[in-house]
């Protein structure tokens, strides 16, 4: 039987215990991201957590909103690149089958279940127990999500790229040695956090038509309370490129759980001659082979330059239940 909660503070601490053998660990479902998500954008939403407890243990967390008639998981595709439920692989199907059980009892028309990833045991499950109890299933791929198995030296990851992405890469790399007075920096916790934000947003809004529109006040206020939360607990990495002393290019990263998530990025375009942009996530990858991390995650969508320093598609999918 389902429990009700009403706070992700109620639950923090089996909550990151849970996160630990979880089916999906990504630093969008630990409770530090998605409390700070509900604390930005809860208006108009209602607040409907629920969990499993089998032997004293949680095994299942659903952290679920609803607006009118429609239910789904805190966060938005604007905001979060992967999203589930927090549950144990041994309890999956009873949590799942408990969520479509509710579901079904509740008031709500439609369940919605966003940017879930192409191995999680929700995708893999979750619509079938759907089917089995009469319901609407459609699941649609979302959205594509590149990213790289890392090699341990920066010449293997070299040597993987196709030979047309390698050369055009040695060669940018060799450009931009020329130039003699680029510094790339890399803040993780700084007294001036908030200064070097400020300069990533505006390098972000600056690169991009759509990146100004996006970047919305409540936007800019998320990303820099997720920034200090992420700097607290170790996550961020945000790596700056200046050249004669101007910042021209920031890749906003967050290492967790042994891979780096490329979540955002600006350049100047005064300085494309030098590729400031991909240059600056080439150094992100390289650092992170650096560090010994698993994989680099560029997140959502299908940007050539993911593809042109190696990335893979991953899929991320929409899986929408009715009545």
């Not at 008639?69 to 692989?89: A, C, K, Q, R, W």
């Not at 341990?152 to 931009?176: A, F, I, P, T």
């Not at 890749?251 to 780096?260: G, K, M, V």
Request: with cysteine.
């Amino acid at each position: 039987m389902l429990k009700e909660f009403k706070s992700i503070h109620e639950l923090r601490s089996a909550w990151e215990t849970l996160l630990e053998n979880a089916d999906t660990n990504t630093i969008f479902t630990n409770p530090n991201w998605e409390e700070l998500w509900w604390e930005h954008f809860s208006e108009g939403k209602y607040w409907e957590g629920t969990y499993l407890e089998v032997d004293s243990n949680i095994v299942g967390i659903a952290p679920m909103c609803a607006t009118d008639n429609h239910l789904t998981l805190i966060g938005n595709t604007e905001t979060v690149d992967y999203n589930d439920f927090i549950m144990s692989p041994d309890y999956s199907e009873e949590f799942l089958n408990l969520i479509v059980g509710r579901f079904i009892e509740s008031k709500y028309e439609t369940l919605t279940l966003n940017s879930i990833q192409q191995q999680s045991l929700t995708y893999l499950q979750l619509p079938e127990i759907a089917r089995r109890n009469n319901l609407s299933v459609t699941v649609e791929q979302e959205d594509v999500s590149p990213g790289i198995r890392l090699p341990d030296s920066w010449d293997k990851y070299l040597s993987n790229l196709n030979k047309k992405h390698r050369h055009e890469l040695r060669r940018k790399l060799r450009r931009l040695d020329s130039a003699e007075n680029y510094k790339v920096e890399i803040i993780e916790q700084n007294e001036n956090l908030q200064n070097y934000i400020d300069i990533f947003s505006n390098l972000m809004k600056m690169s991009r038509t759509d990146k100004l529109e996006y970047m919305t006040q409540e936007k800019e206020d998320f990303f820099n309370d997720i920034s200090s939360m992420t700097s607290e607990k170790g996550f961020l990495k945000l790596f700056l490129m200046s050249m004669s002393n101007q910042y021209v290019s920031a890749s906003l990263c967050f290492d967790y759980d042994n891979h780096r998530l490329l979540y955002n990025s600006g350049n100047n375009h005064e300085f494309d001659y030098y590729s400031v942009g991909l240059l600056l996530h080439s150094f992100a990858i390289k650092d992170a082979i650096e560090q010994g991390m698993e994989y680099f995650d560029f997140l959502r969508g299908d940007e050539q330059y993911k593809y042109r320093l190696g990335g893979i598609d991953n899929m991320v999918f929409t899986i929408k239940v009715t009545r």
